[in-house]
Antibody, heavy 124, light 106 residues
Framework: QVHLQESGPRLVKPSQTLSLTCTVS??????????WNWMRQAPGKGLEWIGY???????YYNPSLKSRVTLSVDTSKNQFSLHLSSVTAADTAVYYC????????????????WGQGSLVTVSS | DIQMTQSPSSLSASVGDRVTITCRAS??????LNWYQQKPGKAPKLLIY???SLHSGVPLRFSGSGSGTDFTLTINGLQPEDFATYLC?????????FGQGTKLDI
């Protein structure tokens, strides 16, 4: 049974960097079958995809956040992390980590496992 | 970017009802459309992938259809545990994007 768990500070000051880590259990992050993603959902808003990282370190970011986002992976700890710089109140959201399947011509690709989510508030 | 628009934004129904939720993409996405169920304070759960394939463990009362720009999620015989928010998501192009959600309540 795969389990993803977000961890990190719940309160971040404006202009600082938001950092979260997702710990994966029940599966190896080194799998070639999955990409490891971050999403967020601001209060009363829809879900926004932030980006993904492969175990090799390859990344792809949402262009709307690309200038402020860095994803990293630590295969020895089976973890991957999100760093979002220069945060403002608009970055207040529930942040989710999620596993995405590698694209297949028959099944496409999709987010099949999610963490429970972590509410991060940006406030002084 | 591909915009996903769901309708209706909210829907009232009763146990046993059949309901249909629609998702429209701003451009053709072939069958690269996934559906999720989200309950308050919880993470989304995958229901349907590739427009019509039922994810493992999801009850057969859930079904999906469509291709191109127009998709539907149908629930046949609503159960009490089905009252939740439903989200569509396109995986045809970056950045991945979600619909704003359809809240299904009693």
């Amino acid at each position: 049974q795969v389990h993803l768990q977000e961890s990190g500070p719940r309160l971040v000051k404006p202009s600082q960097t938001l950092s979260l880590t997702c710990t994966v259990s029940g599966d190896s992050i080194r799998s070639d079958n999955y990409y490891w993603n971050w999403m967020r959902q601001a209060p009363g808003k829809g879900l926004e995809w932030i980006g993904y990282i492969f175990h090799t370190g390859n990344t792809y970011y949402n262009p709307s956040l690309k200038s402020r986002v860095t994803l990293s992976v630590d295969t020895s700890k089976n973890q991957f992390s999100l760093h979002l710089s220069s945060v403002t109140a608009a970055d207040t959201a529930v942040y989710y980590c999620a596993r995405k399947t590698v694209y297949d011509i028959l099944t496409g690709d999709y987010f099949d496992q999610w963490g429970q989510g972590s509410l991060v508030t940006v406030s002084s | 970017d591909i915009q996903m628009t769901q309708s209706p934004s909210s829907l009232s129904a009763s146990v046993g009802d059949r309901v249909t939720i629609t998702c429209r993409a701003s451009q053709s996405i072939s069958r690269s459309l996934n559906w999720y169920q989200q309950k308050p304070g919880k993470a989304p759960k995958l229901l349907i992938y590739a427009a019509s394939s039922l994810h493992s463990g999801v009850p057969l009362r859930f079904s999906g259809s469509g291709s191109g720009t127009d998709f539907t999620l149908t629930i046949n015989g609503l159960q009490p545990e089905d009252f939740a928010t439903y989200l569509c998501q396109q995986s045809d192009g970056f950045p991945y994007s979600f619909g704003q959600g359809t809240k299904l309540d009693i």
